[in-house]
């Protein structure tokens, strides 16, 4: 079982070890996962899809968000609520779109918010993670953002979409992971070597 300490120790030593990556290894991981996702049928079936920008050693996502575009997948990004400032909106991103950084540093799409869309209303979400085991769980940065923006998700058999795929490196699988009661299950882990569906 994981309880709070080690699931931080967990955190802690997952997020030094991608940090660790060269720029070499992080751009063939990309490319990997790149591929591998595109040719998933999650996302073949999906229209709108949520991805992210990469921060803090994450698996790159920008050769994947260029596949969308090329496939005419309509891509959107996080951003943060200007209301609710724990929940996340999703605003569209094309290859013209510019940035400003949100209040963490991270770089979100200048976009009007009537084009932003809630999380029920997006296909496929490409969620960002620490960690994850072969049960679903995912360990996050620690901020509860995804969780919450997510929550109507714990009653899933009131909701169709989204899917909700998770990416990583394949080495921040882990054995097992105890869930929190407000943790969002993912239907499936894409990594750089594998997919991981039907959790």
Known sequence: MS????K?????TLRARRNALSAQQ??????QLA???ANSSVFRSARRIACYVP?????????????????RRQCYLPVLSRLFYDRLWFAPATPRSTFSRNRFGIP????ASRSWLRAEEIDLILVPLVGFDMNGNRLGMGGGFYDRSLGFLR???????????GLAHDFQRLEILEPSPWDIPLQGVATDRALYLGM
């Open 8 to 12: 931080a120790e967990q955190r802690q």
């Open 108 to 111: 979100e799409p200048v976009a």
């Open 3 to 6: 309880n709070p300490a080690s």
């Open 26 to 31: 992080q751009a063939r991981a990309a490319e």
């Open 55 to 71: 921060n803090d050693g994450e698996i790159d996502t920008r050769p994947l968000m260029r596949r969308m575009w090329r496939m």
């Open 35 to 37: 591929a591998r996702v």
């Open 155 to 165: 009653d899933r058999s009131c909701w169709i979409r989204p899917k909700l795929l």
